[in-house]
């Protein structure tokens, strides 16, 4: 461990003395093929690489895995508010419809995807089904499959729980009647609803 420091130290104090060297000796050589900025630039990158392997090295294993745990926390938190973002941009607010017939919706997207996105996408909407299956998404999501009943149906309606609404669903079954609220995101596999309530 302590090696990998004091190399640290030796590359920092080359770097050190290259870059004076190319200014009270700007005629050496090396100065006059590498300029003195790209030198130093150079071993200045190489210092750093240094010492971020040192770093690394002097990690506990318990460290190490708090680490990784962290970083992975942070990479679904910015994947998140990513999708959160997206899914702002692409969706403009427009006034809520009654309650939707829910064969109706299906039968819409199945039709003409571009239609149906004209009259429901970026509605809140009320629609009433069966629960077809309740599960959570890659970015730990809650979301309900609200089905017609039918074997077999593709598309069916995903609906992602807002904050809050996942309490409601943890007493639900596959095969009982459901009512959600919630706004249309459009057609991707399944007709998406997010911020969706369970009445």
Same mark, same amino acid.
């Given at each position: 461990?302590?090696?990998?420091?004091?190399?640290?130290?030796?590359?920092?104090?080359?770097?050190?003395?290259?870059?004076?060297?190319?200014?009270?000796?700007?005629?050496?050589?090396?100065?006059?093929?590498?300029?003195?900025?790209?030198?130093?630039?150079?071993?200045?990158?190489?210092?750093?690489?240094?010492?971020?392997?040192?770093?690394?090295?002097?990690?506990?294993?318990?460290?190490?895995?708090?680490?990784?745990?962290?970083? !992975?926390?942070?990479?679904?938190?910015? !994947?998140?508010?990513?999708?959160?973002?997206?899914?702002?941009?692409?969706?403009?607010?427009?006034?809520?419809?009654?309650?939707?017939?829910?064969?109706?919706?299906?039968?819409?997207?199945?039709?003409?995807?571009?239609?149906?996105?004209?009259?429901?996408?970026?509605?809140?909407?009320?629609?009433?089904?069966?629960?077809?299956?309740?599960?959570?998404?890659?970015?730990?999501?809650?979301?309900?499959?609200?089905?017609?009943?039918?074997?077999?149906?593709?598309?069916?309606?995903?609906?992602?729980?807002?904050?809050?609404?996942?309490?409601?669903? !943890?007493?639900?079954?596959?095969?009982?009647?459901?009512?959600?609220?919630?706004?249309?995101?459009?057609?991707?596999?399944?007709?998406?609803?997010?911020?969706?309530?369970?009445?």
């Amino acid at each position: 461990m302590a090696l990998l420091f004091e190399l640290v130290a030796v590359i920092a104090g080359l770097t050190c003395m290259y870059y004076f060297a190319g200014l009270l000796f700007p005629k050496l050589p090396l100065v006059r093929t590498l300029t003195r900025a790209r030198l130093f630039t150079f071993l200045s990158l190489i210092t750093m690489i240094a010492s971020v392997f040192a770093w690394d090295a002097s990690l506990t294993p318990d460290e190490r895995r708090e680490l990784k745990q962290r970083r !992975e926390v942070e990479k679904r938190q910015a !994947e998140q508010a990513a999708a959160q973002r997206a899914s702002a941009r692409m969706v403009t607010e427009k006034p809520a419809l009654p309650e939707i017939d829910l064969q109706v919706l299906l039968a819409a997207y199945k039709n003409n995807e571009l239609s149906a996105d004209s009259r429901f996408k970026g509605r809140l909407i009320q629609l009433t089904g069966i629960v077809g299956d309740v599960k959570k998404d890659i970015l730990n999501n809650a979301y309900i499959i609200v089905t017609t009943g039918s074997r077999f149906e593709v598309p069916t309606v995903q609906c992602t729980l807002a904050r809050g609404a996942e309490t409601r669903a !943890e007493y639900l079954n596959k095969g009982e009647r459901v009512t959600v609220r919630g706004t249309v995101m459009g057609l991707f596999w399944n007709v998406q609803m997010k911020d969706c309530q369970i009445l």
